[in-house]
């Protein structure tokens, strides 16, 4: 590996702790002017302003918010991420309860969505002014166009109400055979994949029509090579950089969207315990639960500009 790429390297990594600061003051500060108070939501509205005040104390709500910041900031660097203000159990334990079952559910879903939808891009970019590409990309296009709560909301009518051939809420406990796993995911994962799929696949077909379209293609095909080995000995190893960032961008987009999911089909993640948290006004569990999303964001982002770096045969040669 050369200096230039190491460079890059640095710099990519730099910019995207820089990103991650960034966005620790923005979701403190976000979680600070949220209207409520969590003293108040925990005492009831008929606490008297003296034990208000005591717990405010308490909680280190009577601090002014940047000495909060900077002592929260601190924790988060020690990995201490607070103290629940609702269950006074530690945030880290109540993280821990619930991050291996939305891992699960992101595996799943990537562990479908990639495949199908690099597939699909790859044949339709192959295949370009086909009735297959045409049909992949209309299709894309509308399933894009439905918001992920119409598609869960439909999939429980249909399902679960209707048809009766799925439980209308998932959980992840008390899973004993493959087909409990796939009753129990096949909604949530159905939901989270409709878009995926589509936002992959129509950037994966652009990866790759873009390296068919090259000179250099023109060139190979003129030299006597097949179908199959342009685009796999020579498109696709050019087109790694471009896939790889389509795959982070689309992954990523499953940060928002189990937000939805698990709340509609009551799913015990962490975006769950991040919405129960913005209800029940337990800041420290909020802002814990935000910033593991924005760090899975920029890991993904980060991923993949480190693949489109590798992978680029000009920087290699460089």
């Known amino acids: 590996m050369n200096t230039l790429i190491l460079k890059l390297l640095a710099q990519r990594l730099g910019l995207a702790l820089l ?12 979680t600070a002017i949220l209207p409520g108070d969590a003293a108040q939501e925990q005492l009831g509205q008929d606490a008297t302003p003296e034990a208000l005040a005591a717990l405010r104390t308490q909680m280190g709500l009577d601090v002014p918010a940047p000495t ?12 201490d ?15 821990a309860s619930r991050l291996p079952n939305s891992l699960l559910l992101a595996a799943l879903t990537a562990l479908f969505s990639v495949p199908v939808a690099l597939t699909a891009g790859i044949c339709a970019a192959v295949w370009r002014g086909s009735w297959f590409d045409r049909a992949a990309s209309g299709l894309a296009v509308a399933v894009v166009s439905v918001p992920e709560f119409l598609v869960a909301t439909l999939a429980v009518l249909i399902f679960a109400v209707e048809l009766k051939w799925l439980p209308a809420l998932s959980y992840a406990s008390d899973i004993e055979s493959v ?27 652009a990866a790759v029509t873009d390296q068919l379209e090259a000179p250099y293609i023109e060139m190979v095909r003129l030299k006597g090579a097949s179908p199959a080995r342009v685009v796999l000995a020579h498109a696709l190893p050019n087109a790694i950089g471009p896939i790889a960032n389509a795959v982070a961008l689309s992954l990523s ?34 802002q814990a639960c935000a ?28």
């Open 179 to 205: 087909g409990q796993l796939l009753k129990a995911f096949a909604m949530p994962v159905l939901t989270l994949c409709c878009v995926i799929v589509a936002q992959m696949m129509r950037m994966t077909r």
């Open 291 to 318: 910033m593991l999303f924005c760090a899975g964001y920029l890991l993904l982002v980060t991923l993949a500009d480190v693949c489109g770096i590798v992978a680029n045969p000009r920087l290699r040669q460089a």
């Open 19 to 30: 990103s991650l600061l960034a966005v620790s003051a923005i979701v403190f500060a976000i």
């Open 253 to 286: 987009y499953l940060l928002g969207g189990v937000i939805i999911v698990e709340t509609i089909f009551n799913y015990p993640g962490i975006a769950k315990l991040m919405v129960d948290g913005v209800s029940q006004r337990d800041m420290p569990l909020v």
């Open 81 to 95: 991420l607070g103290t629940s203000a609702t269950t006074q159990m530690p945030v880290a334990e109540l993280l």
């Open 68 to 79: 909060r910041y900077v002592r929260w900031l601190g924790g988060m660097l020690r990995g």
